[in-house]
């Protein structure tokens, strides 16, 4: 009885500390693990980039270039790492989530300013690259990183997956 109340014990203390070794390498799990108000921001940039998308095919359909600069320009500001984060909320983004996410995020960021300069130079070819750009970053960021989310995408392959 003694003996199988140690191997009890012992085999939890494995448990634990396996599960602590996986939470701690596990930054996929990263935006779950964000603080409210940190999550709460994120959101509200990816609500607004979600209509800025669904606007700017409006103002391009009507060939309202200046419109679709003005959107991208808005895009490009919704940018969470400019936002006015606390250090310590900078900290927390970089320490929670993986370098990938960030330099996807950047990325994404960058293309809207590109698609802005697009737009203000009335450049068509180049506005309908750099939104396509745009438009493959939100699929290919939330499958790699908002699953919980966005669950379809688990039972997708994992071929299309964002590799770097
Ligand atoms: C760099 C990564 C990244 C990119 C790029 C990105 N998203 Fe997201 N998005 C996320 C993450 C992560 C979540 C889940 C946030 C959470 O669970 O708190 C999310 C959530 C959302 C949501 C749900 C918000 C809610 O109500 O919970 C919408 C809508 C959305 N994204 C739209 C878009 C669109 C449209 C694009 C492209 C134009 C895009 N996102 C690009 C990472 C990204």
């Known amino acids: ?19 602590s070794a996986t939470i701690t390498n ?17 959101t509200k940039e990816m609500l607004a980039i979600d209509s800025a998308m669904k606007e700017i095919v409006s103002a391009n359909s009507s060939g309202d270039t200046e419109k679709v600069a003005l959107i991208a320009r808005q895009i490009k500001e919704s940018f ?15 320490s929670k989530l993986s370098s990938d996410f960030i330099s996807q995020d950047k990325a994404f960021h960058y293309m809207a300013g590109m698609l802005e300069h697009a737009a203000t ?26 699953k919980h989310r966005f669950t379809k995408f688990s ?4 071929v299309n997956e964002h590799t770097h």
Request: aromatic share 8%; proline share 1%.
């Open 1 to 19: 009885m003694k003996h199988n109340l140690s191997s009890t014990i012992l085999t939890s203390v494995l448990i634990f500390l396996t599960c």
């Open 26 to 42: 596990a930054k996929d799990v990263g935006v779950e693990s964000l603080s409210i108000e940190v999550r709460e921001i994120l």
């Open 80 to 94: 969470i790492l400019k936002q006015g984060l606390t250090k310590h909320q900078k900290h927390e983004l970089h």
């Open 121 to 146: 130079n009335n450049k068509p070819e180049l506005i309908g690259f750099y939104f396509l750009k745009l438009f493959e970053a939100c699929s290919s960021c939330h499958q790699a990183y908002a």
């Open 155 to 158: 039972n997708q392959s994992k």
